[in-house]
């Protein structure tokens, strides 16, 4: 390492780990924490940083992206999102394997960590598929792609629909000990559905996708969980349903993890009305309760990780009638104001639950570096705001993305560094 | 002045009270002009309206048609089949390139709900809803008051009951949004796979059962099977349909008043609605079609900038306001 060694003065260290919150310096040298507390003098030729009034924690781990290389680079690329990744206050992201072609062999694991390193910005982590082509039929090599690289197994964008394939995937993952994170849709009951079932996709028209299509799932693999032992780890979860469901299987003792995206705990249904495509994601936004259910989930923990999803679209695609429009929304650079606003602001949870959310979960469950502030650790650390209030404006995105419900809106919290590995990849 | 109903017409929902007794009342005057030998006359010269039809239509389609060329305005009909649609060029596209030449208005029939929202929000021209996928029909719903208040006077506390496939039907949600706002009360029968599971959010009263459908009415409007709507079986057989829920000669019989019959066409004739009862003399089918033309030509007339009080005179040929 040549970089210099980072002095972060005066800023508030929260480190839910080791319930750390308290006023002081943090020292980074040779891509490690070298000491965090108190007043550090540093060593000459250190860049120092003032951190006053700001939140020094862990850096935030995302366990959900889609970065869209190989196949899309006109959408996004592992360097373009690894960038929004860091502006948005993030040294570690999880890249699913939905890619063209599909992320299901050692080969493409490789491409995807070695355009990661290229990147020099956020760590990628990339996802192997679960089955081979992601077409639910036959187990995908899953030790190969852990030696090259692989972190963890999905068959994200589409659900594993063979309980028998999800039950051995989850116990062929026992061997290696990784999460096994399933897209929760019975596309039987949500075919064709473009918003949630109820009263509004009466109105509009629109087919909708009723919340047991999603619930039906989770409780499928919680109980392949149990049967198998296999950890389970539910992607974008968006019903009061599931989350009763997960806290059943977790009093249990059911080897189960569960994520929520920003928009799930913040927007409803509503923002659908007039045919916005940009409110359109799958599963989709739900009702005011189910918002409250979720909200809650993530202060009890029987969410253990917010996530976003990230997911770039072209405007042209976007820019079509609803029906015709494919899910998703961007969120690597909202996530963290998003989550503030809505969960922070109104003092549903802590800052310090924040951080363990959005850093310390997610980095244990899915064993990536990062998610302390222990001296000795890997130097992946987050500077942030948390009261800053800003005016979402796509256009300044360093995703290629520009696709979020966000646009325009108030958010309160915004990243000011990012260091990874001991090195500054971003500051505002 | 303002345009009496904005821009648009995307549909019933968004429209006052007042704003649909205004076409409805505009409309009376455009009806004797298709009973005139030379039914044309001079209120719309000068203006191009566009037929932009990216479904199959023969009513609605030459109903549109009819009611532009009665007002003198110029028309141009766009198939799907025939244009650059087939070649992938997108809705928006089409539209401004029709824009780039200089057109006032579209009417357009399209597959996806919402698709007539996203058009008017992009075009300066005013667009017409002919029917957006599962959302709206709002002309279908004006034509289908039009003909119930012609028949039942004023529709306050009237029963109108809509019977059948409401799940996949814009002309139901139109009539639903229509009906109430005039109101009146209303009714949805057919089998609970074809109703929205979130029905009742419509304001509307639900009957399992037809034959307590007819006790209840003043009014069915039987709505059409949408067969090419349906992505799986919503129902076991068109025999059983008929047998279950087919608005027959029998049924109505037993009704303890007589039931105006509406239906939006195209008939499955044994399926939805017996031959002898479309037929009938309590059908009222054809006459909802010739108010169809009628119905058009208000809204044209209102959103070209008409003067609802010149409406009458404008048949003479008095300009727009």
């Known amino acids: 390492m040549t970089e210099r060694p980072l002095l972060l003065k005066g800023g508030r260290l929260m480190d839910p780990g080791t319930s750390r919150d308290e006023i002081g310096d943090l020292l980074v040298r040779d891509g490690r924490i070298e000491s965090a507390g108190g007043v550090i003098a540093g060593p000459d030729g250190a860049e120092r940083i003032d951190c006053k009034g700001l939140?020094?924690?862990?850096?935030?781990?995302?366990?959900?992206?889609?970065?869209?290389?190989?196949?899309?680079?006109?959408?996004?690329?592992?360097?373009?999102g690894a960038a929004a990744a860091a502006a948005g206050g993030f040294t570690s992201i999880c890249a699913m394997p939905n890619t063209d072609p599909v992320t299901d062999n050692q080969a493409a694991v490789g491409f995807t960590v070695r355009q990661g390193i290229l990147a020099r910005q956020a760590r990628v982590f990339p996802y192997g598929a679960i089955s081979v082509g992601q077409k639910g039929e036959q187990l995908a090599e899953f030790g190969e792609m852990i030696e090259a690289g692989a972190?963890?197994?999905?068959?994200?964008?589409?659900?594993?629909?063979?309980?028998?394939?999800?039950?051995?995937?989850?116990?062929?993952?026992?061997?290696?000990?990784?999460?096994?994170?399933?897209?929760?849709?019975?596309?039987?009951?949500?075919?064709?559905?473009?918003?949630?079932?109820?009263?509004?996709?009466?109105?509009?028209?629109?087919?909708?996708?009723?919340?047991?299509?999603?619930?039906?799932?989770?409780?499928?693999?919680?109980?392949?969980?149990?049967?198998?032992?296999?950890?389970?780890?539910?992607?974008?979860?968006?019903?009061?349903?599931?989350?009763?469901?997960?806290?059943?299987?977790?009093?249990?003792?059911?080897?189960?993890?569960?994520?929520?995206?920003?928009?799930?705990?913040?927007?409803?249904?509503?923002?659908?009305?007039?045919y916005n495509t940009n409110a359109k994601m799958n599963p989709p936004l739900r009702t005011a309760a189910d918002v409250a259910s979720l909200q809650e989930a993530v202060k009890d923990g029987t969410i253990d990780i917010l996530a976003t999803d990230h997911a770039p679209h072209?405007?042209?695609?976007?820019?079509?009638?609803?029906?015709?429009?494919?899910?998703?929304?961007?969120?690597?650079?909202?996530?963290?104001?998003?989550?503030?606003?809505?969960?922070?602001?109104?003092?549903?949870?802590?800052?310090?639950?924040?951080?363990?959310?959005?850093?310390?979960?997610?980095?244990?469950?899915?064993?990536?570096?990062?998610?302390?502030?222990?001296?000795?650790?890997?130097?992946?650390?987050?500077?942030?705001?948390?009261?800053?209030?800003?005016?979402?404006?796509p256009a300044e995105f360093r995703s290629k993305g520009r696709n979020t419900p966000y646009a325009g809106r108030k958010l309160t919290g915004r990243t000011v560094a990012t260091i990874v590995a001991g090195r500054l990849v971003f500051r505002r | 002045m303002t345009a009496p109903l904005g821009k648009d017409l995307l549909g019933l929902a968004p429209l006052s009270a007042e704003q649909i007794r205004l076409i409805l009342d505009t409309a009376e005057p455009f009806k004797e002009i298709s009973e005139r030998q030379i039914k044309k006359v001079p209120t719309l010269r000068g203006m191009t309206v566009v037929n932009l039809f990216f479904e199959p239509s023969t009513r609605t389609r030459i109903s549109f048609e009819f009611a532009e060329k009665r007002l003198s305005a110029d028309t141009v009909n766009v198939a799907t089949s025939g244009s650059s649609v087939v070649k992938g060029e997108t809705l928006v596209d089409t539209a401004r390139n029709?824009?780039?030449?200089?057109?006032?208005?579209?009417?357009?029939?399209?597959?996806?709900?919402?698709?007539?929202?996203?058009?008017?929000?992009?075009?300066?021209?005013?667009?017409?809803?002919?029917?957006?996928?599962?959302?709206?029909h709002?002309?279908?719903?004006?034509?289908?008051?039009?003909?119930?208040?012609?028949?039942?006077?004023?529709?306050?506390?009237?029963?109108?009951?809509?019977?059948?496939?409401?799940?996949?039907?814009?002309?139901?949600?139109?009539?639903?949004?229509?009906?109430?706002?005039?109101?009146?009360?209303?009714?949805?029968?057919?089998?609970?796979?074809?109703?929205?599971?979130?029905?009742?959010?419509?304001?509307?009263?639900?009957?399992?059962?037809?034959?307590?459908?007819?006790?209840?009415?003043?009014?069915?409007?039987?709505?059409?099977?949408?067969?090419?709507?349906?992505?799986?079986?919503?129902?076991?057989?068109?025999?059983e349909y008929n047998r279950v829920f087919g608005v027959s000669r029998a049924r109505l019989d037993r009704a303890p008043r007589d039931l105006l019959i509406l239906h939006p066409g195209p008939m499955n004739r044994g399926v939805e609605i017996d031959s002898d009862v479309a037929d009938g003399p309590h059908s009222v089918i054809l006459h909802q079609v010739t108010n169809g033309v009628a119905v058009r030509m208000a809204v044209l007339y209102l959103l070209a900038g008409g003067r609802p009080d010149l409406a009458d005179a404008a048949k003479g040929g008095e300009a727009r306001a």
Request: glycine share 8%; charged share 25%; aromatic share 4%.
């Open chain 1, 55 to 80: 939140v020094v924690s862990p850096g935030f781990v995302d366990v959900h992206v889609h970065l869209r290389e190989p196949g899309r680079e006109d959408v996004e690329t592992v360097a373009t």
């Open chain 1, 151 to 274: 972190v963890a197994f999905s068959d994200d964008g589409r659900p594993v629909v063979s309980a028998h394939l999800m039950r051995t995937a989850l116990e062929y993952a026992r061997t290696f000990d990784v999460p096994v994170a399933e897209h929760c849709e019975d596309a039987t009951l949500a075919q064709g559905g473009a918003m949630n079932e109820g009263a509004l996709s009466a109105r509009l028209g629109l087919k909708g996708i009723p919340t047991e299509a999603e619930e039906i799932f989770v409780i499928r693999d919680i109980l392949l969980a149990r049967r198998t032992g296999g950890r389970l780890h539910l992607c974008h979860m968006s019903t009061k349903g599931s989350v009763d469901l997960i806290r059943w299987g977790k009093l249990q003792g059911i080897p189960v993890t569960a994520e929520v995206c920003s928009h799930h705990i913040s927007l409803t249904e509503d923002e659908v009305t007039g």
């Open chain 1, 314 to 393: 072209h405007y042209d695609e976007k820019e079509r009638e609803f029906p015709q429009a494919p899910n998703g929304v961007v969120g690597l650079e909202t996530a963290l104001g998003v989550n503030i606003q809505w969960l922070v602001v109104p003092e549903i949870i802590t800052l310090a639950t924040l951080v363990e959310r959005m850093s310390c979960a997610p980095a244990r469950i899915f064993k990536l570096p990062g998610g302390t502030l222990r001296a000795g650790g890997v130097a992946d650390i987050t500077v942030f705001n948390p009261t800053e209030q800003w005016i979402v404006n």
């Open chain 2, 98 to 136: 029709l824009e780039a030449m200089r057109i006032d208005m579209v009417v357009m029939r399209h597959p996806s709900s919402g698709a007539a929202q996203f058009l008017a929000e992009r075009i300066e021209s005013n667009v017409i809803n002919a029917g957006d996928g599962m959302h709206e």
């Open chain 2, 138 to 239: 709002p002309t279908q719903g004006l034509l289908d008051l039009l003909t119930l208040r012609d028949r039942l006077g004023d529709l306050t506390g009237k029963r109108v009951c809509l019977v059948g496939d409401v799940l996949h039907s814009r002309v139901a949600r139109s009539n639903i949004a229509g009906l109430l706002k005039l109101g009146a009360e209303v009714a949805v029968c057919g089998p609970r796979s074809l109703l929205p599971n979130a029905v009742d959010a419509l304001g509307v009263s639900v009957f399992e059962r037809i034959e307590d459908a007819i006790e209840w009415a003043d009014a069915l409007n039987v709505l059409r099977l949408q067969f090419e709507r349906m992505t799986a079986g919503y129902i076991p057989s068109q025999r």
